[in-house]
Antibody, heavy 122, light 107 residues
Framework: EVQLLESGGGLVQPGGSLRLSCAAS????????MSWVRRAPGEGLEWVST????????NYADSVKGRFTISRDNSKNTLYLQMNSLRAEDTALYYC???????????????WGQGTLVTVSS | DIQMTQSPSSLSASVGDRVTITCRAS??????LNWYQQKPGKAPKLLIY???SLQSGVPSRFSGSGSGTDFTLTISSLQPEDFATYYC?????????FGQGTKLEIK
């Protein structure tokens, strides 16, 4: 059974930092790209960042570029999101998601964690 | 960035109804379109990928269609467990944008 378990969320002041983790099990973690997706209160889903299976390629939403860093440790089956210079608008439930490309070659987020809540407030 | 626009934003329907949700992309995305369902307090769940392929384990009352810029998600006969929020998402390029969501409520 695939499991993605996020941790590291909490309350932080504006300008502060947090590091989120996502521990994966039930998959060959090093074979898949992984992403972070967030949902702000009362809002829809927003893609945040993706990292390739090897970790050599990363992409970010413009809203977090330069402030957030995605990384992974394939030896520990763990995905990370380092969040710096946090703003009130970063308040959200952060999900990690596994990327899958089927025979159609269309990338999907086929497994998701339950999320970890980040609240940025003074 | 590719903008994804869903309609309607909310929808009231009854058990047994046939429901259609539409999603429009701001440029052609071929068939790189996925649909997700999210229930309160739960993670999103993949329903349809590549516009029309049913994810394993998803009931056959769910179907998707479309190509290019216009897509639809259809639920042929609503069940009580289908009341949720539905999102389309394009995988044609990065950023992988989502629609704003369609909240499906019980009438």
């Amino acid at each position: 059974e695939v499991q993605l378990l996020e941790s590291g969320g909490g309350l932080v002041q504006p300008g502060g930092s947090l590091r989120l983790s996502c521990a994966a099990s039930g998959i060959t973690f090093s074979s898949y790209a992984m992403s972070w997706v967030r949902r702000a209160p009362g809002e829809g889903l927003e893609w945040v960042s993706t990292i390739s299976a090897s970790g050599t390629s990363t992409n970010y939403a413009d809203s977090v570029k330069g402030r957030f860093t995605i990384s992974r440790d394939n030896s520990k089956n763990t995905l990370y999101l380092q969040m710096n210079s946090l703003r009130a608008e970063d308040t959200a439930l952060y999900y990690c998601a596994k990327e899958h490309r089927s025979s159609t070659n269309c990338p999907t987020f086929d497994y998701w964690g339950q999320g970890t809540l980040v609240t940025v407030s003074s | 960035d590719i903008q994804m626009t869903q309609s309607p934003s909310s929808l009231s329907a009854s058990v047994g109804d046939r429901v259609t949700i539409t999603c429009r992309a701001s440029q052609s995305i071929s068939n790189f379109l996925n649909w997700y369902q999210q229930k309160p307090g739960k993670a999103p769940k993949l329903l349809i990928y590549a516009a029309s392929s049913l994810q394993s384990g998803v009931p056959s009352r769910f179907s998707g269609s479309g190509s290019g810029t216009d897509f639809t998600l259809t639920i042929s006969s609503l069940q009580p467990e289908d009341f949720a929020t539905y999102y389309c998402q394009q995988s044609y390029n990065t950023p992988r944008t989502f629609g704003q969501g369609t909240k499906l409520e019980i009438k």
